[in-house]
């Protein structure tokens, strides 16, 4: 059975019910996977409604309604299949939507999961639209959603665009007009909001000696080249406004800059997605930026607002999510500074922080992210935070680079190895996972994950040899 064999049983399935709750996850990729799924049900004719969670856990499970109703999951419920079934969920009322990895139980869901196939690169939206498409090939105006999905969920970071049957998608949208994709573009994001020099300073893939983390060092850059920096109004002007002429000038001399200090240019270009129905200078052009602003709606328990943002309200949900997306940057930046000021602490193999109770534990994996380039990045960092409804559970998330991965660090496995051995739980990818662990098992679980990713590091180097 391919992927599109799974998609075409499960749309038949999903069409033979009359109603259906949708539980998806409450980040980028969850909210535009909901956003397909609801929208196809819509266009079905199919009475739905949906539910957000953070993650998947005992006490989430309530959220998850009691009725009669055909349960989606989507964006979660691999890993989760336990508490399923734990919950008396029948297999003939489930459909997992997913790109998680599975972690066994006695009952085994019905599910479209990408990982099934081989394919690591495609996110559950990427999913949920290729059974959108198996309800109705009408559906391929939702391409959109599924690559903002897609790049939400980093699946075009390591390659520089998308792979595989998510790049198809992206394909199909531009065929049919929705997606504009542009290949070797800069590879940088904020290209269509932020003032060019600030997206160079601000990026960080790759590093720019005297551009990255410096402002001013990529304003006298651009300067330096002559560019045309402001419009004649005064306002400062973003990437995509720039001539062809000027981009090609720019990324040359970019591409001289990092030659000079010795490093490889071939990440300073990537492919991009982008949306040209919708207004210029706002993040719903390109799929980065518009998978933020779903991050921002999500990651605050707006959910619902991003959902509504997908399925194209322009009106009043869109002002909310950008006073969503002020917020989200504003306190973002301040636990970025507090990772720094206050410093983390290093193992022989990982560095760890924990912040408290100062920072929701939904979006600190995303400041760690962003921390790493101005920390060790051959060592993966983890975060601990306070759970608010449970202090005596503590929340983990670890991110780590594209290099690390490729020299055998899967953070997936260490946590979900650590966590269950202090009765905790765990999940996610190589590059990103998180998990749940007591609050007094802490320290030894950060000596624990410390042991397993020197584990490895040690185990790819024998194979290597
Ligand atoms: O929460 P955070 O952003 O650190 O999560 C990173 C990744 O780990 C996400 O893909 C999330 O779904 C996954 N995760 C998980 N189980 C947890 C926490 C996070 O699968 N308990």
């Not at 909210?31 to 397909?36: H, L, M, R, S, V």
């Not at 980093?154 to 198809?168: H, I, K, N, Q, Y």
């Not at 950060?446 to 040899?465: H, K, M, P, S, Y």
Request: include cysteine; hydrophobic fraction near 40%.
């Amino acid at each position: 059975m391919s992927l599109c064999d799974d998609a075409r049983s499960a749309a038949r399935e999903i069409l033979s019910h009359d109603e259906v709750t949708v539980i998806s996850h409450i980040d980028a990729d969850g909210i535009a996977g909901e956003a397909i799924l609801a929208e196809a049900l819509s266009r079905a004719g199919i009475i739905h409604r949906s539910v957000f969670v953070r993650q998947l856990e005992p006490m989430t499970m309530r959220q998850v309604p009691e009725d009669s109703t055909f349960k989606l999951f989507c964006d979660l419920g691999a890993g989760q299949q336990n508490l399923l079934e734990e919950r008396g969920l029948r297999d003939d009322e489930v459909l997992i939507v997913d790109h998680h990895v599975s972690q066994p139980a006695g009952r085994a869901y019905q599910q479209v999961n990408c990982l099934d196939h081989g394919f690591s690169k495609m996110s559950a939206a990427g999913v949920a639209f290729i059974i959108a498409m198996e309800m109705d090939p009408g559906n391929v105006d939702l391409s959109r959603l599924a690559v903002v999905g897609n790049v939400g969920d980093m699946m075009a970071r390591e390659d520089c665009g998308l792979v595989g049957p998510a790049r198809d998608i992206a394909l199909q949208g531009a065929s049919a007009g929705c997606i504009e994709v542009v290949s070797r573009d800069l590879n940088c994001y904020g290209t269509s909001t932020r003032p060019l020099h600030v997206c160079l300073a601000y990026n960080d893939d790759p590093f720019i000696p005297g551009i990255t983390n410096n402002v001013n060092g990529a304003l006298r850059f651009l300067q330096r080249l002559g560019i045309e920096l402001q419009t004649p109004e005064k306002r400062w002007r973003v990437w995509e406004e720039l001539s062809p002429q000027d981009k090609r000038l720019v990324t040359s001399s970019l591409v001289q800059q990092i030659i000079s200090c010795g490093e490889r240019a071939d990440r300073l270009f990537s492919e991009s997605y982008l949306f040209p129905d919708e207004a210029a200078r706002t993040p719903l052009r390109n799929a980065q930026e518009f998978a933020t602003l779903l991050n921002a709606c999500g990651r605050w328990t707006r959910a619902f607002v991003g959902s509504s943002i997908c399925r194209g309200d322009r009106g009043g949900a869109y002002r909310e999510a950008e006073h969503m997306l002020n917020n989200h940057r504003a306190v973002i930046r301040e636990l970025l500074e507090y990772i720094l000021t206050t410093g983390v602490r290093e193992l022989s193999h990982i560095q760890w922080i924990h912040v408290g109770n100062r920072y929701p534990d939904t979006i600190v994996g995303i400041g760690a992210g962003m921390a790493l380039s101005r920390l060790n990045m051959e060592k993966p960092i983890l975060v601990m935070v306070e759970q608010p409804e449970d202090p005596g559970l503590t929340k983990v998330s670890m991110r780590t680079t594209e290099r690390a991965i490729g020299r055998g660090i899967d953070l997936q496995l260490a946590l979900t190895t650590a966590s269950a051995e202090v009765g905790g739980a765990g999940g996610g990818h190589r590059i990103a996972a998180g998990a749940f662990v007591p609050k007094e098992s802490e320290e030894h679980f950060v000596d624990r994950v410390n042991q397993l990713i020197a584990g490895q590091l040690c185990t790819e180097g024998q194979g290597n040899r």
